[in-house]
């Protein structure tokens, strides 16, 4: 079964992730629909998959990760607008029955992504 999944670290301080709030949506040509929200776990990562099984087609997807929140919470100065506050990555699911695995390695002034399993 198809599933969408993440995780979070924070390679600035080496630790997972916790409490980034992150919205899940599905484009479709210049339409975006807003599927969910979910909130990372104190190992970075989400309670249960993003999308699964039904809920998880082929298509293009956009994760929002609210970085900045996190990391005014963690006590990270910085100038005000920060550098990453908001970032959305947009990826395309060519097979809706693999694992998408989508983690964001996050620092205060930069981020980096892939597709994992």
């Known amino acids: 079964m198809g599933r969408l999944t993440t995780h979070v670290l924070d390679t600035a301080q080496g ?3 916790e409490g980034i ?6 484009l479709e040509g210049e339409q ?3 599927l969910k929200e979910v909130v990372t776990n104190d190992d970075g990562r989400c309670d249960a998959p993003i999308l699964e099984g039904e809920a998880f087609a082929a298509g293009q997807y956009e994760l929002v990760f609210h970085a900045g929140d996190y990391l005014r919470a963690q006590g990270v100065e910085a100038e ?3 550098f990453l506050d908001v970032i959305p990555l947009r ?3 060519a097979d809706a029955g693999a694992h998408y695995h989508v983690p964001l390695l996050l620092s205060p002034y930069g981020y980096s992504t ?3 399993s």
């Open 15 to 17: 630790r997972p992730g």
């Open 91 to 93: 990826f395309g699911v």
């Open 32 to 34: 975006r629909t807003r």
């Open 114 to 116: 892939y597709r994992g």
């Open 80 to 82: 005000e607008p920060r």
């Open 21 to 26: 709030r992150i919205e899940v949506y599905r």
